[in-house]
């Protein structure tokens, strides 16, 4: 089965993805009065869960993108996705201030590779004069997912509890996963993309071949020579 307009349909997929780590993080900011309550959490221990989540952030914003250079777009983002999933559903079983705040790291371990193989994916079926387009329509899913998870995570945890609501966070990205893994796959080996589309893709990628340069012919200078007198048919200096 072909899917018409499959790079767009990935650029969606794109933008879902950081909006869904957008709502990851900001659902600890609407519900963090009950979890301090129900933990007993003084200030001292919510600033510490708070600095061990940019910590990890800060230490994977860096290893990142090592890391999608070697497992590839397809593998590093279904690794990133799956961990900072994990740990949000990780955030509703936790027992105490040590448990929740393990749970907060292993968030920011995962959710800083969102950008460097979303980035990569675009750059893989964008063409050089549509990337930064395809760069803006996922960066869009940070506000998108900034403006929704107030008013969406405060329902759920009005109707079923805050646990809940890191739950639904958690399954989003799961669902997300499974549509990525069906989906992705690079250009020249996806089974969806339509032939007409991936000749017009190479088009837009590679150069035509009348713009590579000619290759010039090596000159022999050394053959120039007419004998071992000397008689050359350029001047010696010329030639040295």
């Excluded at 740990?87 to 292993?106: D, K, N």
């Excluded at 969102?114 to 050089?128: D, G, L, Q, Y």
């Excluded at 000749?199 to 004998?227: I, M, Q």
């Amino acid at each position: 089965m072909k899917i018409p307009k499959l790079r767009w349909i990935l650029a969606g997929l794109l933008f879902f993805a950081t909006a869904i780590n957008y709502a990851d993080r900001q659902a600890l900011a609407v519900v963090s009065d009950r979890i301090r309550s129900q933990f007993g959490m003084t200030e001292i221990d919510y600033s510490r869960i708070l600095a061990g989540f940019f910590l990890a952030y800060a230490i994977m914003y860096a290893g990142s993108g090592y890391v999608v250079d070697r497992l590839g777009t397809k593998r590093s983002f279904s690794l990133f996705i799956g961990v900072w999933s994990f740990a949000s559903v990780m955030h509703a079983f936790a027992s105490g201030v040590w448990t929740f705040g393990i749970a907060r790291f292993v968030l920011g371990l995962g959710e800083p590779g969102n950008w460097p193989a979303a980035t990569k994916a675009v750059s893989e079926w964008f063409a050089p004069k549509q990337r930064a387009l395809g760069v803006g329509i996922f960066n869009a899913g940070s506000s998108v997912g900034s403006a929704l998870a107030p008013p969406v995570v405060s329902w759920l945890t009005i109707e079923y509890g805050w646990q809940f609501a890191f739950i639904a966070v958690g399954v989003a990205g799961f669902v997300w996963l499974v549509l990525w893994l069906i989906l992705y796959d690079s250009p020249h080996r996806s089974r969806f993309l339509k032939e007409s589309e991936y000749r017009e893709f190479k088009d837009e990628v590679l150069p035509p071949a009348e713009s590579k340069p000619a290759s010039a012919k090596r000159v022999d200078w050394g053959a120039r020579c007419a004998d071992a007198r000397g008689d050359c048919a350029v001047p010696c200096a010329n030639v040295y």
